[in-house]
């Protein structure tokens, strides 16, 4: 699990959003996880409402999440 955990933080590192991640866990990492998969529209306006993440930076970011599945087995 540490890996996926460290492959995220050092995509929030180059974006510059350590800020703004500072205090995501490995398990609320999984609950953004389910929230993106169960429900995608308040995931997306959460992103860019209480994260102020443009277009570019959203797509980047979910398609790092989504690559946590892959580690999280």
């Not at 959460?46 to 892959?70: G, I, N, P, Y």
Request: proline share 1%.
């Amino acid at each position: 699990m540490s890996l996926w955990v460290c492959l995220l933080c050092l995509f929030i590192s180059v974006v510059g959003l350590v800020v703004r991640f500072h205090s995501l866990t490995g398990r609320l990492l999984l609950e953004v996880r389910r929230m993106q998969a169960t429900a995608p529209e308040s995931f997306y306006a959460s992103l860019r409402a209480d994260l102020s993440l443009d277009f570019v930076t959203m797509m980047k970011f979910t398609r790092a999440l989504s690559s946590l599945d892959e580690y999280a087995e």
